[in-house]
């Protein structure tokens, strides 16, 4: 039976913190048991909690993108299943991208919640949802798929299909999937960690409905809504009011090699935000567009950043937010268009911060190297005669910002808490050797506060496979503001000083034993005039190597000896 003790602020917080927690332990527990590197060491996974009505209560971190991609997701895959045909203990799997946000091999796995007793038991009480990226799931190639033309070619798909039935697994559908990958073990082992992490969630939920009751639970969610809500309107309000617009390109498909536009207008007016991308690239050829729910989560996390960033996120925060992209815009992808390599995203998240920085310059910080390089070795490990597939998200140089540097050497901003592959993981399960990997002088984009560097990293071949780029920023160079300066964009370079050397983007490189690669990660463009940077800002970046005495003369006009010492600045 439902209590219905009244609610006061104490109980609400510790409801509220008891909701946050799970999320939390359900996170923990993915960790702890995942197979995969990329959800338990960079951590590429999204998890969710919603209330009956599939508004946010609550979420763990991951991958940012992922978390407002889950509203979307489990909307369209509980519309698909029906709520009359969930019973408790299902679990539900999703993968198709124009539903599930993302590329097919980010698996969705949602479960209904059934809490309290009698007619209460009728319907799910809350919904636990967790998206992260499995390695393998019947695609043309393994690992990342970069030239596909239909998400056919993408992988098994995947609508909204229940793995466990009353807390029983389907075995005719496990099966299926077996089957259709090239790595069964370590998608099995992540598809059950999600699952633990699914019944953590689900047991939790029903403790705090069984002490505090579900109207309790229920009025308190619906105060946090209307908080986030409010919390969300009054900052639009002190922001500058009024549309601004921006343009800057990806270095598009594997087809035409041609620079794809990307356009935005933010407009924020009234305690609202509207983000319409009119004006972008039609529907690519290859796999870089992207489903309109993952360009909706993208503009949530804009949004959440600039009105409630230290605040953690429920449904109310993003009611004011409308994003608009007709269908077939590359940012409106339509079935059966290939979506598998969704870099575009990370370019244009901040496109939408150009477009404000245009009103905005003493708030918002200059490019944070414009995307994120992403690699894979595809390959058999020789030691063990087994198929490994293993990725790495690089690190780039953030913009430089009103008040201070740029930081050096960071995962992209949009990313959260995500991590890169340690070196320790890249070598033991690929047979990559990483023989250099340090800061790279004069990435970061000159400024009165300078862009962060980005790394250069050089990888040897121990075994024969396959080298796979994914990038997005080649062919144009991060965006300054005010008088700052671009910085160095991201270069790739494979087989350098031989007959073979050439740079890429996105590609697909098959490699043998003594072939090198180098990745150079771009900087963080400038904010602000570089002949305004404090000098001994100056002759600090040469000490530490992170501005050549050359640039620091020709960008700064700060002339230093080799000593060390200022010996001329020209203003």
């Known amino acids: 039976m439902s209590k219905t003790s009244p609610v006061d602020g104490a109980t609400a917080s510790v409801v509220h913190n008891y909701l946050l927690s799970a999320a939390e332990e359900m996170r923990t527990t993915l960790v702890r048991t995942a197979f995969n590197p990329v959800i338990y060491e960079v951590l590429d996974f ?9 508004n946010l209560i609550s979420e763990a971190p991951g991958l940012t993108f992922f978390l407002g991609a889950n509203d979307y997701a489990i909307s369209k895959a509980v519309e698909y299943v029906g709520v009359d045909n969930l019973d408790e203990g299902d679990i539900v799997l999703m993968n198709y991208p124009f539903w599930n946000s993302a590329h097919t091999y980010d698996a969705t796995l949602f479960a209904p919640v059934f809490c309290g007793a009698g007619a209460e038991r009728e319907r799910p009480f809350a919904y636990l949802c967790i998206r992260a990226h499995w390695m393998d799931l019947g695609a043309k190639d393994p690992g990342y798929v970069l030239d596909s033309t ?6 098994m798909l995947f609508p909204g299909t229940k793995v466990f039935k009353k807390y029983e697994p389907n075995h005719e559908i496990l099966e299926l999937i077996r089957f259709n990958s090239r790595m069964p073990d370590l998608v099995f082992g992540d598809l059950h960690a999600q699952v633990s992490a699914i019944r953590t969630g689900e047991r939790r939920m029903k403790e705090v409905v069984e002490k505090f009751g579900t109207d309790v639970v229920t009025e308190i969610t619906r105060r946090l809504f209307e908080e986030g809500e409010r919390t969300t309107r009054d900052a639009l309000a002190r922001l500058p009011q009024g549309n601004w617009t921006a343009v800057d390109y990806a270095d598009g498909d594997w087809d ?13 007016a009234d305690g609202e935000m509207t ?4 004006g972008s690239h039609g529907t690519a050829v290859g796999p870089v567009n992207i489903p309109f729910g993952a360009t909706i989560a993208m503009c949530k996390v804009a949004l959440k950043s600039l009105t409630s960033p230290d605040e953690p996120s429920n449904a109310g925060h993003s009611r004011p937010l409308t994003v608009l992209a007709e269908p077939g815009n590359l940012f409106h992808a339509v079935y059966p268009a290939p979506t598998f390599t969704q870099w575009t995203s990370i370019v244009a998240f901040e496109l939408i911060f150009k477009a404000l920085a245009q009103a905005m310059p003493d708030r918002l910080g200059a490019s944070s190297g414009g995307d994120m390089p992403g690699f894979m070795m595809v390959g058999t490990h020789p030691d063990t005669g087994r198929m490994f597939a293993v990725s790495n998200n690089e690190v ?4 430089g910002t009103p008040d201070h540097d740029g930081a050096d050497a960071t995962i992209h901003l949009s990313e959260s808490i995500v991590r890169n592959t340690p070196i320790e993981v890249l070598e033991q399960k690929t047979t990559m050797l990483i023989e250099r990997l340090e800061m790279r002088a004069d990435a970061g984009g000159p400024g009165r506060h300078r862009g962060g560097v980005g790394i250069e990293r050089h990888i040897r071949f121990r075994g024969a496979g396959e080298f796979l780029m994914v990038v997005q920023k080649t062919k144009t160079a991060p965006w300054p503001v005010g008088a700052g300066r671009e910085s160095e964009p991201n270069r790739i370079t494979v087989f350098p000083g031989t007959d073979r050397e050439r740079d890429i983007s996105t590609k697909r ?6 072939d090198l690669i180098v990745v150079r990660t771009a900087g ?17 970046d040469v000490l530490d190597g992170y501005v050549s005495r050359e640039a620091a003369r020709a960008d700064y006009g700060v002339t230093i000896d080799e000593r060390g010492e200022i010996v001329e600045v020209e203003r």
């Not at 963080?524 to 600090?540: F, I, S």
């Open 46 to 54: 999204g998890i969710s909690i919603y209330d009956a009505d599939l």
């Open 150 to 155: 239909d998400v056919h070619q993408e992988g």
């Open 256 to 268: 035409t090699g041609e620079p794809l536009r990307m356009q935005c207008t933010v407009t924020i």
């Open 275 to 278: 983000v319409d991308f009119a």
């Open 396 to 399: 780039v140089g953030w913009g």
């Open 509 to 514: 490189v098959p490699v043998e034993p003594g």
């Open 524 to 540: 963080g463009a400038g904010h602000g005039d570089p002949r305004t940077r404090d000098p001994e800002a100056v002759r600090a």
